[in-house]
């Protein structure tokens, strides 16, 4: 499935408390807990699928079930055979195929959704893939934090077409500095988490440079910056909302604008409903909530959008 595309209204709020949907049973490996969730993805029909990092493997969590997950790919050790992963960052769901698309470590995997699959088939390898995006065309997006860059890719071409950076780490606006998690709008854009540049980049199509649309000065909790960030999405007027990790919040950034308002979280890092400690993975469903891998709480949060907004 290609990127959500949500229409949110510009006066739009959600509630401060959030709700444990997955998770937050502490740290472990049996199917009611989490161990440092990564990257999430939610599906049309609010199944969220979540990277369980330290677990190495993809769980799947059907809505209205918060009691317990479901391993769909890996949890077979960490390992690089087929039947493995090894602390997969991002997963999403690709509906033509009924399949998983997951990044994991050095390649880019894909397992079939079928009942009865037991190992997955490897599409792009040699890879230190941290971040997908799939587009309406059902091309493939993959950051690369070694060579810092993103490539889109025809499923089952290897090599791709270079869409942002490329020109080594550095703060240049054709350069990228560990390019994390993705989203790509309808018109192809791609918008990047640079993790050390502190800063979310958007690459219009075909561009040679990128455009600053949030943080890009320095590590810090001032509203100007983002301190490392991760998860992100655009909305179908282009305001952008992204993790911002080290200061435990969502900050959304509308078009333009040259600091950001939190939204969720912000309130100092710890375990309670309103807080977030180290969040990683964001995503959002067709009505607007807002889901949250809050990784040092072995959690997956929602955060409701108000119905007034």
């Given amino acids: 499935m290609f990127s959500l595309l949500v ?61 317990n997950g479901q391993v769909v790919a890996g949890g077979n050790g960490a390992g690089n055979r087929l039947n493995q992963l090894n602390q997969p960052t991002y997963a999403l769901i690709d509906n ?14 894909r397992w079939s959704r079928r009942s009865g699959t037991t190992q997955g088939e490897i599409l792009i390898d040699n890879i230190s ?24 890719y025809k499923l089952g071409d290897n090599v791709g077409t270079l869409v942002a950076g490329g020109n080594g780490a550095g703060v240049g606006l054709n350069q990228l500095d560990y390019p994390t998690f ?39 909790s001032a509203l100007t910056q983002v301190s490392y960030p991760f998860g992100l999405f655009a909305d179908t007027l282009g305001t952008v909302y992204v993790v911002d990790e080290m200061n435990h919040r969502v900050t959304r950034w509308t078009q333009g604008a040259t600091q950001g308002t939190v939204i969720v979280g912000g309130s100092a890092y710890g375990a309670g409903a309103n807080q977030l400690s180290s969040p990683i993975g964001l995503s959002v469903d067709r009505h607007g909530n807002l889901y949250v891998a809050d990784c040092r709480n072995d959690r997956i949060q929602r955060f409701s959008i108000e119905k007034d907004c």
């Avoid at 408390?17 to 999430?40: D, R, S």
């Avoid at 033509?96 to 995997?109: A, G, N, P, W, Y």
């Fill in 96 to 109: 033509e195929t009924d399949s998983l698309i997951i990044c994991d470590d050095r390649r880019v995997v």
């Fill in 182 to 220: 993705l989203f790509v709008d309808r018109e192809q854009n791609v918008y990047v988490s640079e993790w050390r540049n502190q800063r979310v980049t958007k690459w219009k199509k075909d561009a040679k440079e990128g455009i600053v649309v949030a943080g890009g000065h320095g590590s810090g």
């Fill in 7 to 67: 229409t949110i209204p510009a006066n739009a709020s959600w509630a401060q408390n959030g709700v444990t949907i997955a998770g937050g049973h502490g740290e472990g490996g049996a199917t009611n807990q989490l161990f440092y969730p990564w990257g999430l993805f939610v599906d049309d029909d609010q199944t969220v699928v979540v990277a369980d990092s330290q677990n190495n493997r993809i769980v799947q969590w059907k809505k209205g079930n918060t009691t």
């Fill in 129 to 152: 893939c941290y971040g997908l995006a799939m587009d309406e065309q059902r091309y493939l997006y993959v950051s690369d934090t070694r060579k810092d860059e993103v490539r889109r």
